[in-house]
């Protein structure tokens, strides 16, 4: 199959054509003809599966045969800033022939950032693409006009609900038509999401694409440690000068800001990245490590998704992360577009169990790679014997033993997780 086949109109034909884009993904194959044919949508699709061109494509072709003039018609909601910008480009890159608009609308910009948006609102733009809280303040104040939507989009709704935005979501759909072809976007699809589905879209066609499993091109590897051998351990794989490009993922601002603060003290090239900071200083931070002046980046999972950065060497995992799937969208941002690339992770004592998940997603054991010397004795891997207590102390095999009617660690390590 290709893109012709679905009958596209000439002038997104040619954007296809521009984006370098040849042949549909699976989801797109499934997703777009029943997007032409004005069915709600409710589709299980992993980032990387090729879903936000599934539904710009047709929404493109759709808009072209739209009456609304100078009105908002289309509305994606997505979880944050990066996707919203993500998406918004991937816009102009396919509607460019065909002449439709869009702007993506989210939090922490200037007054001149907001009054654009305002503008772009009250005289028409053909898709918004936005993050719930800041459309929700252009809607309080009243000048925001979706009356004449035809479309909502939206994306990783999951991670939407997973950020406590189910309230905000159902207030936008307040202020839109009944009317409507709904389309929603799932990495997974928990009841909640199921729940949601019902209340807002109409018989819809349900789509589901398996989880894709990183590329056989990556090296996976895992390091099973105590907790504060972590940061010996980075200093240790960023000082490999083959790694041109390192990004590295821990699961708190908190902690991203104690790693890179700890890096930076080495000497080494490397910034931060995450919900603390202005949107205006993570471009920058963003653009300086695409562009490869760069070298390190420490950041939350607000990048995991919706990046879209090449020739990445490294991913590391600081943290394991709380959900198997999670992993698969880290670990995948390296070795894109058929390079090779390396993954490692660092395991603490009570992260086990959670590791252990990511290999049953996976379906294989991860290669568990011995520390350097010096970083000193580690425990064993064990996950099905650490049992943690009501107190967060763990207990099994690794560094841990009974003492007479209670267990405890030994007393000549501390095998204790830093604090979060």
């Known amino acids: 199959m290709d893109f012709q086949s679905f009958g596209l109109d000439q002038r997104v034909m040619d954007g296809i054509e521009a984006m370098q884009y040849d042949t549909p993904t699976p989801v797109q194959e499934q997703v777009i003809p029943e997007i032409i044919k004005g069915h709600d949508i409710i589709a299980c699709a992993q980032t990387g599966t090729g879903k936000t061109a599934a539904f710009l494509i047709p929404i493109i ?85 979706l009356s004449s939507l035809e479309f909502l989009v939206l994306d990783e709704a999951d991670r939407m609900l997973d950020m406590g935005f189910f309230d905000d979501i159902m207030k ?47 090296r996976q590897e895992a390091y099973v440690l105590f907790e504060e051998q ?3 351990l980075v200093n240790y794989l960023t000082g490999d000068d083959k790694m041109k490009s390192i990004l590295i993922f821990s699961d708190t601002k908190v902690g991203v800001k104690q790693l890179s603060r700890s890096l930076k003290s080495k000497g080494l090239d490397v910034e931060e ?17 695409k562009s490869k002046q760069l070298r390190i980046l420490v950041a939350t999972d607000i990048i995991s998704r919706g990046i879209d950065v090449e020739d990445i060497d490294l991913v590391i995992n600081y943290d394991v992360p709380n959900d198997a799937e999670d992993y698969v969208h880290r670990i995948g941002r390296t070795a894109r577009a058929g390079a090779h690339g390396k993954a490692c992770t660092l395991i603490g004592t009570k992260e086990q169990r959670k590791f252990a998940s990511i290999e049953k997603l996976l379906g294989k054991q991860v290669e568990k790679t011995r520390p350097p010397e010096g970083i000193g004795k580690t425990p064993d891997y064990s996950p099905e014997s650490y049992k943690p207590d009501n107190r967060g102390h763990g207990f099994g095999k690794p560094g841990f033993r009974k003492d007479k009617n209670r267990r405890k660690p030994f007393s000549g390590r501390k095998a204790k997780d830093s604090a979060r």
């Open 172 to 218: 936008i759909i307040s202020y839109i038509p009944n009317k409507r072809q709904s389309l929603l976007f799932s990495a997974t699809m928990p009841p909640k999401i199921r729940e949601m589905g019902r209340k807002i879209l109409n018989k819809p066609k349900e789509i589901n694409i398996g989880i894709s499993m990183p590329p056989e091109q990556i």
């Open 61 to 145: 072709n759709k808009l072209l045969q739209s009456q609304v003039q100078e009105k908002v018609k289309v509305l994606v909601i997505v979880p944050t800033r990066e996707l919203a910008v993500q998406i918004s480009q991937q816009m102009e890159g396919f509607s460019y022939f065909a002449g439709t608009s869009s702007i993506p609308i989210y939090g922490g910009g200037t007054g001149a950032v907001y009054s654009n948006e305002k503008k772009a609102l009250t005289s028409g733009v053909d898709m918004v693409v936005c993050t719930p809280g800041r459309m929700i303040s252009h809607l309080n104040l009243g000048y925001v006009d």
């Open 273 to 289: 990245i995450h919900s603390d900071l202005q949107q205006s200083e993570r471009e920058a931070v963003m653009n300086r490590f």
């Open 230 to 232: 972590k940061p010996a």
